[in-house]
Structure formats: structure tokens, C-alpha cells
């Protein structure tokens, strides 16, 4: 009895730690996202090129997402011009997870499946 009551409360702990590793969901973003062509924003393939790593978009994000310090819509000026719809997105969905976010990027782009 005692053993199989520690047994539970490993597991149970190994079970919040798989579910807070995986708490970022991509599902909001495919309103507007796709992996590899732009939607109402851009494809996530060519985001993922232009940063080249989770840890460069994470940092972009953590200064704040600027639009200036944004790999794509600093220099696309057709998404510049959209760039508030992203604010909007990042300071309801993105702030304060930032990591999770930029690995959730990566890792859709890698599986082709967001
Ligand atoms: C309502 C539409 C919408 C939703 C939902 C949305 N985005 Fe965006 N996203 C855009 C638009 C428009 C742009 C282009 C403007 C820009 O780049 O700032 C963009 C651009 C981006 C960029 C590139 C920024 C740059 O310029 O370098 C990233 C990264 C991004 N989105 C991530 C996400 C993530 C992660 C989610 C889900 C949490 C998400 N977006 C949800 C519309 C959206």
C-alpha cells in the first residue's frame, strides 16, 4: 500500500512536468499561420530561416518583440504594415513564455505539423 501510494506520487510528478514542458499550443497561431506558405502571416519556414534558432527568436521576443528588431518585418514591408496584429498575438499569447513559444516554433517547423 505505502509503496504503490509513492509509486503515484512519482508518477504524478513526472505527469506535471511532461504537461508544463508541452503547456505552449501552436493551435491559436494556425488562425493565421502555415509551415510553409504565408497565410495572414508569414510561413513558419521562412521564420525559422531568418532567425536560424529558437534561442534568436526567444531573445527577440524576451526584448519585447520590437517591430525594428523583427527578422521579417523589418525588412518586408508588406508584413511591416501588419506588424500590430502581431503585437496584439504576442502580448496575449506569447508573453511570459517566451522559450516555450520560440521552441514551439522550431519544433513545428522541424515535424511539418503545428
Ligand atoms: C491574428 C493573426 C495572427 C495570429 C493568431 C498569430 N500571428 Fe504571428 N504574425 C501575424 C502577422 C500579420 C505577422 C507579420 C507581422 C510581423 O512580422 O510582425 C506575424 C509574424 C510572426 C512572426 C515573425 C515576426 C517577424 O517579423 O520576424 C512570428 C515569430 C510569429 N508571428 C509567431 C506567432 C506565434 C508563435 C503565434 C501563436 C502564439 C502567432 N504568431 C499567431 C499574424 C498572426
Redesign the pocket.
Known sequence: MKKSFKLFVAAAGLLAISTSASA?S?A??????AIDHDV???A?KR?AA??GSEAA?AK??KAG?K?DE?????T?PK??R??S??????NH??KGHEDE?AK??FAAVKSGKM
Open positions: 505552449f501552436t491559436p497561431c494556425k488562425a493565421c499561420h495572414v502571416g508569414p513558419w521564420v531568418k532567425y527568436l527577440v521576443f518583440f517591430v523583427r527578422k521579417i518585418a523589418s518586408e508584413f511591416k501588419q506588424a496584429i502581431m503585437t496584439g498575438q504576442f499569447l506569447i513559444a514551439a516554433l
